[in-house]
């Protein structure tokens, strides 16, 4: 009896132990710092597993020291340290220590004028033949900057330049579209896929989002034309941007200095493009090396940005805005994996990052709004999409 009054507790002690150090090391794996063991350069990008680490450690100590008056002081700072640590975990995962962090604005300083349907010169898409749909009234749309090519050439083609209303199509941006459809407002959105965020006020307003896929877009990575570094793996991607890589001299360029890595605002097309390539994978957020370095606030523009004598840039972007909409001759799109986002490798599949966008609506489309979707999902629908330079959803 007497040595199973002593055995028991040591059980305990040890399956608590082993129970904390389990969920620890399931949080390393996780988040992937056993796997970035060797690409970790930076105290911020290591500060979550040092947390981890130290919290097992305090627990264990405290489990395993003699429970006695003497000892109070230190256990309690023990407990203090464990559960402050493990406290401080998920704020250190995304670098939740910064009270305000200059982002690209949500507006990009981008003439979309110049593919406005029935101007002079217009860039739209045109079909080669007459449309088979033509419509007097036109659902009130909406969508994102980088789409307004698309859906401009849509308009163009089922529209006369008697009947076409610029009051009808609009171009507030992704997250004011998503924010519009929502209340209401708009008959149908051209968007990319919808962040948490917008999803969630969906459900607290009661609208039942109702996504149609009508093309494919590459999401690209992006830097400078004088950084030596011309692509970047996937793993390498979730390194940077969950904080465990900030040096460009782990990634091969000596002399890059800090990866100066620019983000867009929560709710943007793009950002929502990069919580898709992360998956689960939290993105850590930091403030910028000197906040000049934000500049014009537009991202392709900051792309070019110079810093300590290089230009140590990092982005990302959708490839028809960043090659055609908003072109900027001093930047590069990077490779991932080894494979760039060409037309054929996005069709084949080969390049990794291809994303559908969609019309989204409120509810199930009816009218007008119904016979425009369904037409831009026929083939010429699907013809305007490859000639704006995306890809068909069929391809």
């Known amino acids: 009896m007497a040595a199973a009054k002593h055995i028991v507790p040591i059980i305990v002690r040890a399956a608590i132990n082993a129970a904390a150090a389990a969920v620890g090391i399931w949080l390393l794996v996780k988040f992937e710092y056993i796997s970035s063991f060797g690409e970790l350069d930076n105290f911020l990008g290591a500060l979550p597993a040092i947390l981890i680490l130290l919290s097992i450690a305090a627990l264990s100590v405290l489990l395993w020291m003699k429970h006695t008056k003497k000892f109070l002081p230190a256990c309690i700072a023990l407990a203090v340290a464990a559960v402050i640590s493990a406290s401080l975990v998920p704020a250190a995962l995304v670098g939740g220590w910064w009270i305000e962090q200059p982002l690209a604005a949500a507006t990009e300083e981008t003439d979309i004028s110049v593919y406005e349907p029935f101007t002079e010169g217009s860039l739209?898409?045109?079909?080669?033949?007459?449309?088979?749909?033509?419509?007097?009234?036109?659902?009130?749309?909406?969508?994102?900057?980088a789409l307004y090519p698309v859906y401009a050439a849509f308009v163009e083609a089922v529209?006369?330049?008697?009947?076409?209303?610029?009051?009808?199509?609009?171009?507030?941006?992704?997250?004011?579209?998503?924010?519009?459809l929502i209340a209401g407002n708009r008959d149908v959105i051209f968007v990319l896929d919808a962040a948490q965020s917008q999803l969630d006020a969906a459900e607290a307003a009661g609208a039942e989002l109702e996504f149609t896929p009508i093309g494919k877009e590459a999401f690209v990575f992006l830097a400078a034309k004088s950084?030596?570094?011309?692509?970047?793996?996937?793993?390498?991607?979730?390194?940077?941007?969950?904080?465990?890589?900030?040096?460009?001299?782990?990634?091969?360029?000596?002399?890059?200095?800090?990866?100066?890595?620019?983000?867009?605002?929560?709710?943007?097309?793009?950002?929502?493009g990069l919580q898709k390539v992360m998956g689960d994978m939290p993105i850590q957020s930091r403030p910028l090396p000197d906040e000049s370095l934000a500049g014009t606030n537009s991202l392709m523009k900051q792309m070019s940005v110079e810093w300590n004598g290089?230009?140590?840039a990092l982005g990302y972007s959708y490839k028809f805005f960043a090659e055609t909409m908003y072109f900027n001759p001093d930047v590069k799109i990077l490779e991932v994996d080894g494979v760039y986002p060409s037309d054929e490798n996005i069709v084949s599949g080969k390049y990794p990052f291809v994303f559908t966008f969609y019309a989204v609506t409120n509810g199930e489309p009816t009218g007008n709004t119904k016979t425009f979707i369904d037409w831009i999902c026929s083939d010429q629908g699907q013809e305007l999409v490859k000639k704006t330079g995306y890809t068909p959803i069929g391809e």
């Open 124 to 145: 739209t898409a045109k079909l080669d033949e007459e449309s088979t749909l033509k419509l007097d009234d036109l659902p009130l749309m909406d969508g994102a900057t």
């Open 310 to 312: 290089v230009q140590p």
């Open 159 to 180: 529209s006369t330049e008697d009947t076409y209303d610029p009051d009808k199509v609009l171009c507030t941006k992704t997250n004011k579209a998503y924010a519009e």
């Open 227 to 272: 950084n030596p570094v011309n692509g970047l793996t996937y793993k390498q991607i979730k390194d940077i941007y969950s904080g465990k890589t900030a040096m460009w001299s782990t990634l091969g360029w000596k002399e890059g200095g800090e990866i100066v890595s620019f983000r867009r605002p929560e709710g943007s097309g793009s950002q929502t």
